[in-house]
């Protein structure tokens, strides 16, 4: 796929999840250009935001076409993570219901089921449940992210960072994933989370390319088949 595919199908993927609607981001950075960015426009909906659509900026969240239509307004998140992880190439902002409720009640969320081995330690917060728009806020954002790939930001949602666009998607849908049965497993009186140990041998044999690959497809897939995704752009 272009990165203008990438983008608009991610976005879609969100939408067909609730992890995005009116709000919530897809972004990849140039496979040309390290200082170039591909992401969501202002005012298209998730759910039908198409590759035309795309819009570029800098790292310092200028566009590159200036009559271009204006990027989301916390683009900031994404280019805060480009400027300070060059071996990131893609980031997503959500909304997840399940996974933002841990940031609120203070409560950790840690590797409570397979899917969820990769967060084998509790995911940092962003204590600043503001949007995030600012140079300033960016940096601070990145001071508790650190070199995790994943954050929540406190009563707002989440950002995800991965290598590429399917291991940042794969990582969102198990964050959230994660969190449901953490959430469920606590209302039954004994969230039994996974030890260090078990996190780190099931991530070995589940956390692989081929892995992430069957992921996205299945997602492409039901997207396709649902009318989330159309048959051609």
Same mark, same amino acid.
Do not use: C
């Given at each position: 796929?272009?990165?203008?595919?990438?983008?608009?199908?991610?976005?879609?993927?969100?939408?067909?999840?609730?992890?995005?609607?009116?709000?919530?981001?897809?972004?990849?950075? *140039?496979?040309?250009?390290?200082?170039?960015?591909?992401?969501?426009?202002? *005012?298209?909906?998730? @759910?039908?935001?198409?590759?035309?659509?795309?819009?570029?900026?800098?790292?310092?969240?200028?566009?590159?076409? !200036?009559?271009?239509?204006?990027?989301?307004?916390?683009?900031?998140?994404?280019?805060?993570?480009?400027?300070?992880?060059?071996?990131?190439?893609?980031?997503?902002?959500?909304?997840?219901? &399940?996974? /933002?409720?841990?940031? &609120? $009640?203070?409560?950790?969320?840690?590797?409570?089921?397979?899917?969820?081995? &990769?967060?084998?330690?509790?995911?940092?917060?962003?204590?600043? !449940?503001?949007?995030? /728009?600012?140079?300033?806020? @960016?940096?601070?954002?990145?001071?508790?992210?650190?070199?995790?790939?994943?954050?929540?930001?406190?009563?707002?949602?989440?950002?995800?960072?991965?290598?590429?666009?399917?291991?940042?998607?794969?990582?969102?849908?198990?964050?959230?994933?994660?969190?449901?049965?953490?959430?469920?497993?606590?209302?039954? @009186?004994?969230?039994?989370?996974?030890?260090?140990?078990?996190?780190?041998?099931?991530?070995?044999?589940? %956390?692989?390319?081929?892995?992430?690959?069957?992921? %996205?497809?299945?997602?492409? %897939?039901?997207? $396709?088949?649902?009318?989330?995704?159309?048959?051609? %752009?």
């Amino acid at each position: 796929m272009t990165p203008e595919e990438l983008v608009a199908t991610a976005n879609r993927l969100l939408y067909m999840e609730g992890l995005a609607d009116t709000a919530g981001h897809a972004s990849v950075r *140039s496979p040309t250009d390290d200082n170039v960015v591909y992401i969501n426009p202002f *005012s298209v909906s998730r @759910g039908e935001i198409r590759p035309k659509d795309v819009v570029k900026i800098t790292l310092d969240n200028e566009p590159v076409d !200036p009559d271009a239509p204006d990027p989301v307004a916390e683009a900031e998140i994404h280019t805060a993570v480009y400027r300070n992880r060059p071996e990131i190439n893609a980031v997503l902002h959500t909304h997840p219901p &399940i996974a /933002t409720l841990f940031s &609120i $009640s203070g409560t950790d969320l840690v590797a409570a089921f397979t899917r969820g081995a &990769i967060f084998d330690r509790p995911v940092p917060v962003y204590n600043r !449940p503001d949007l995030l /728009t600012t140079r300033e806020e @960016g940096e601070l954002m990145m001071e508790a992210m650190g070199e995790r790939d994943e954050l929540l930001i406190k009563a707002h949602g989440a950002v995800v960072a991965g290598e590429d666009l399917k291991r940042a998607f794969t990582r969102t849908m198990y964050l959230e994933i994660n969190a449901y049965h953490q959430l469920y497993a606590s209302i039954l @009186g004994n969230a039994n989370t996974l030890t260090p140990e078990e996190a780190e041998r099931i991530t070995e044999t589940t %956390w692989r390319q081929r892995s992430i690959d069957k992921v %996205w497809n299945h997602y492409v %897939w039901e997207a $396709s088949q649902n009318g989330y995704l159309p048959d051609e %752009w």
